[in-house]
């Protein structure tokens, strides 16, 4: 049972490069989220799909975009990366009763 | 919304001592609150939960307390040793909500 895989585990582009981070569950989870993390700080939601078919944003959005691709499957995209998007990323999964399942995240740097 | 507000963001014990996490919560609705420690250069990992109709919870050196008058909830652990050092996250889920909100985080350095 490999729970939330989360690719690439590391990355690193250039500013204005676009790339989409994937992350995948075989819990048969209904809700998935993409959280960054950035150093000394805590774990921000940027956004979250609460079923198949829906996507919200989170606390911070901006300069994301987010496919729900299928049950399983939840994307997270930069279409022009800034060096303020340098974190690491975690992608989570849940049923709703009990609390997350997290990958074990991306870290991107961009310079 | 729901705030979460986590008490102290790093705390040092002894090899042996206990460590006590403090969380408050503002949705007095909320209705299920999850711990998570987090090991360097990994993801969080649940270690214990509880849930409102609950006032304590038990797993070996953990435990969970909830004080629901106070909207608080507090992570013990006991006869601390070096690998229980990491980050602890709480975070709470209100009952009308399908996410969780997080606690800013504590950082634990058991000292041997």
């Known amino acids: 049972n490999a729970g939330v895989t989360q690719t690439p585990k590391f990355q690193v582009l250039k500013t204005g490069q676009s790339m989409t981070l994937q992350c995948a569950q075989d819990?048969?989870?209904?809700?998935m989220y993409w959280y960054r993390q950035d150093p000394g700080m805590g774990l921000r939601l940027i956004y979250y799909s609460a079923s198949e078919g829906t996507t919200d944003k989170g606390e911070v959005p901006n300069g994301y975009n987010v496919s729900r691709l299928n049950k399983r499957e939840f994307s997270l995209r930069l279409e022009s990366a800034a060096p303020s998007q340098t974190s690491v990323y975690f992608c989570?999964?849940?049923?709703?009763?009990?609390?997350?399942?997290f990958g074990s995240g991306t870290r991107l740097t961009v310079v | 919304g729901e705030n979460v507000e986590q008490h102290p963001s790093t705390l040092s014990v002894q090899e042996g001592d206990s460590a006590v996490i403090k969380c408050t919560y503002s949705?007095?609705?909320?209705?299920?609150f999850p711990w998570y420690k987090q090991e360097l250069g990994k993801g969080p990992q649940l270690i214990i939960d509880i849930r409102s109709n609950v006032g304590e919870k038990k797993d070996q050196r953990i435990a969970v307390t909830l004080n629901k008058t106070a909207k608080h909830f507090s992570l013990h652990i006991t006869e601390t040793q070096p690998e229980d050092s990491a980050v602890y996250f709480c975070?709470?889920?209100?009952?009308?909500?399908?996410?969780?909100?997080f606690g800013a985080g504590t950082i634990l350095r058991v000292k041997s």
């Open positions: 949705d007095s609705a909320s209705n299920y």
């Open positions: 819990m048969n989870h209904n809700s």
């Open positions: 975070a709470a889920r209100s009952k009308d909500g399908n996410k969780l909100v």
């Open positions: 989570a999964s849940s049923d709703r009763q009990y609390g997350y399942t």
